[in-house]
């Protein structure tokens, strides 16, 4: 079945340590891929975005996601964290036969240690 | 650029009533927008895709009597939740996508509408 699977529901690490959030789709097309970060009571934020290229995609805030193909993975990252980043995180797909549909994962919510 | 709006961004309201939420694309034109909903801790939920001039297409499980979408022009979507009672108290968040080829594969979204019914 198609899908997005953000495996881990809640990651917390210490302010200054390194992030990796892990996003895995199901689909037999690569779909366009996203993260998006939502802070509690707003919106969402868009991170980053894969279209196609370059499998390194950097985004704002210091966030940046490897597409792998052979893994069907497209995994968040950043160097080093801080207490504002803070918040949920979700990965999402556009299948190419969708009409622009987007499927999100579950969501993962990060806590930040002092 | 590609700004999208939400009004109101909370509202309360008695069981019974109706509630309007509005979304608008800022500064491009959409001829297809989306409505999502949000329970606290969940992800989001698409309930409708809403398109310029035609009838909403509703997900499944989703009362189109009870969530009434109106997309009358390219940059203005609306939802009426209509006979709100407390179990429609959710966060409500729509999104965009830019007309033509190019911006069909990416949504901007709204800052979302906490609706809470008493």
């Known amino acids: 079945a198609q899908s997005v699977t953000q495996p881990d529901i809640h990651i917390t690490v210490s302010e200054g340590a390194s992030l990796e959030l892990r996003c895995n789709y199901s689909y037999g097309a690569t779909p366009y891929l996203f993260w998006y970060v939502q802070s509690p009571g707003q919106g969402l934020q868009l991170l980053l975005k894969?279209?196609?290229?370059?499998?390194l995609v950097q985004g704002i805030k210091g966030f940046e996601a490897e597409f792998k193909r052979s893994q069907s993975s497209f995994n968040l990252r950043k160097p080093s964290v801080h207490w504002s980043d803070a918040a949920e995180y979700f990965c999402a797909v556009v299948p190419k036969s969708s009409a622009s549909k987007i499927i999100f994962g579950s969501g993962t919510r990060l806590s930040i240690r002092p | 650029g590609a700004v999208v709006s939400q009004h109101p961004s909370r509202v309360i309201c008695k069981s019974g009533t109706s509630v309007k939420i509005e979304c608008r694309s800022l500064d491009f034109q959409a001829t297809t927008m989306f409505w999502y909903r949000q329970f606290p801790k969940q992800s989001l939920m698409l309930m409708a895709t809403s398109n310029e001039g035609s009838k909403a297409t509703y997900e499944q499980g989703v009362e189109k009597d009870k969530f009434l979408i109106n997309h009358a022009s390219l940059t203005l979507s609306t939802l009426t939740v209509t006979s709100a009672h407390p179990e429609d108290s959710s966060f409500y968040i729509c999104?965009?996508?830019?007309?033509?080829?190019?911006?069909?594969?990416?949504?901007?979204f709204g800052p979302g509408t906490r609706l809470t019914v008493l």
């Open positions: 999104s965009a996508t830019p007309s033509g080829l190019a911006g069909g594969r990416e949504q901007f």
């Open positions: 894969y279209f196609s290229g370059d499998t």
